[in-house]
């Protein structure tokens, strides 16, 4: 059974294998997933809501801010309420996703995270883009369940044009579920799936060719502005195992393909894509005419305005000057002869957005981007969300940097549990929680890793997982003593497998050798 990613509390689904192929066939409504949270201040679930209410909103955010108590109570008041909203435009949604809610309803969603929690905004994306559509075509005469489909894919270099194959040859049913295992591995399930994605992931971020140097992107990553041709990048020519054997390559714009295709896949599976990608791509992905391979002027400006503030503010100079400070500016368009007026100051603005600024090659990778997350569905059903919260919802939360931790003793102790011979007051369960919450950042993400497939957390953190995670003891027979056991875990169903250690030092030691060096590779247990 598949984990999900967000707390019972806003959850649209209750995933309950119900055949012997851990096919899903139980959901609930939004509107059944909350009807256990009531409000503090009710709010009436009409389809209108008063002119004005939302400037009212909009005002006390700014001057309250979100973490006040008020508008806290009155956030849960309006998710009960949007949730319902939802429910009764079903079949709006159905066939226009998003833009089947009502229009002030979109407008509220807008206020973003400002208002509403992201694991909120994550679930109406969920159930407009890919729960709506199931209905739909369950009612055009298909069953009602989630077809199984596995996909054996290796290791390494040879994973990205695997992937490739995956998804040439995918059906782009949302009743599908693909099911991945390595080869020569036995694993298969969530984590397997997960651990696939993330070295995807993996491998597109280390192929800096496809990207512009990250620290002049807040460390995130954002295309290069060079354009992207088919031609298939250097460096993959043949396999450590068989040198015999080529190994497919796979081109640049390709790349960006495999990443709308994954990340679209993973959003459906309730899984994760392992990489920061710079809001500004996000926007680009959003908004971009795949025709026309180009973005409104509105929206280049909004991207550059996130990608590269101080060019931003030198081309709104230019834009909000005088017509004798034009003249006096000396500037002409791309072919080096017309000068720059008030007349064409729009083009050349968007030329220089999409040929210099942002660049030709981003503008390339956010088609190729959409265009495969399309194929998947619609890149529009996250219209109710800016491109921070994009971004979170599709990667989750974002990594610490040096010297952050990425979660607290607290978090950790939150979600933990003792079973099968661990209780909570087990010494065992507060030696590991005191262990791991004081591990420095970097080991916190490879035990994340190690327990999820992915070194990144869901919206919420640890308690976006969705379940706990069980401490069960761990028993070795045969000649090995226990003190040299290794922990190892069942990540589909976050099972953390934990030998009774006799000190605390040899349990950190152990710990550490589990989390650094077994993050990859899936036996069954």
Not at 255 to 281: C, E, M, T, Y
Not at 469 to 498: A, H, W
Request: with cysteine.
């Amino acid at each position: 059974m598949l984990r999900s990613l967000v707390g019972s509390e806003m959850c649209i689904r209750d995933r309950k294998p119900s055949g012997k192929d851990g096919t899903i066939t139980s959901y609930t409504t939004l509107e059944q997933a909350t009807k256990a949270a009531t409000p503090a201040i009710v709010v009436p679930t009409t389809r209108t809501i008063p002119v004005g209410v939302i400037e009212v909103i909009r005002a006390a955010l700014q001057v309250l801010g979100s973490t006040s108590d008020v508008v806290a109570s009155v956030a849960e008041g309006l998710s009960k309420m949007v949730a319902k909203v939802c429910c009764d435009n079903a079949a709006q949604m159905m066939c226009k996703g998003n833009a089947g809610i009502p229009e002030w309803c979109r407008e509220l969603l807008a206020l973003g995270t400002e208002l509403f929690s992201v694991t909120f905004l994550r679930e109406c994306c969920w159930y407009a883009g890919v729960h709506l559509p199931r209905c739909s075509e369950a009612m055009g005469g298909r069953e009602q369940r989630t077809v199984l489909k596995k996909a054996v894919v290796p290791r390494g270099a040879a994973l990205l044009p695997e992937m490739m194959t995956v998804m040439s040859t995918g059906d782009t049913s949302q009743l599908l579920r693909l099911d991945y295992q390595f080869q020569n591995e036995a694993g298969t399930g969530t984590g397997p799936a997960q651990e696939v994605y993330a070295e995807t992931s993996g491998l597109l971020v280390s192929d800096t060719s496809l990207w512009r140097d990250p620290t002049t992107t807040d460390n995130m990553l954002f295309p290069r502005k060079e354009a992207i041709t088919n031609k298939v990048a250097p460096g993959l020519k043949r396999t450590r195992s068989d040198p015999a054997k080529d190994v497919k390559l796979v081109s640049d714009i390709s790349k960006f393909s495999v990443l709308g295709f994954v990340a679209a896949r993973a959003f459906v599976d309730n899984l994760l894509v392992d990489i920061a990608l710079h809001p500004a791509f996000w926007l680009l992905v959003k908004e971009v005419d795949p025709v026309r391979q180009t973005a409104p002027l509105p929206i280049l400006l909004e991207a550059l305005s996130l990608l590269d503030p101080i060019a931003f503010r030198s081309l709104q100079s230019i834009i909000a000057a005088s017509d004798a400070e034009l003249a006096s500016f000396d500037l002409v368009l791309r072919d080096d002869v017309t000068a720059v007026t008030r007349a064409n100051l729009d083009q050349y603005c968007h030329d220089e957005l999409t040929q210099e600024l942002i660049g030709q090659g981003a503008m390339q990778a956010a088609v190729a981007t959409r265009l495969a997350f399309d194929w998947i569905f619609p890149v529009d059903t996250f219209a109710i969300v800016n491109a921070s919260t994009m971004d979170e919802l599709l990667c989750g939360s974002r990594r610490p940097g040096a010297g952050e931790k990425y979660f607290t003793e607290d978090d950790l102790r939150a979600v933990v549990k003792g079973e099968h011979g661990y209780h909570s007051a087990s010494i065992e369960l507060a030696r590991l929680v005191k262990i791991v919450g004081g591990f420095s950042g970097e080991d916190q993400i490879a035990f994340v890793e190690f327990l999820t497939g992915s070194s990144r957390l869901p919206p919420g953190g640890l308690a976006g997982l969705g379940r706990p995670i069980t401490v069960v003891r761990k028993d070795m027979e045969g000649q090995i003593s226990k003190e040299q056991t290794l922990p190892s875990c069942n990540t589909c169903f976050l099972y953390f497998k934990l030998p009774s250690y006799s000190t605390e030092e040899i349990m950190r030691e152990r710990l550490l050798m589990a989390v650094r060096e077994g993050k990859k590779g899936f036996a069954l247990s």
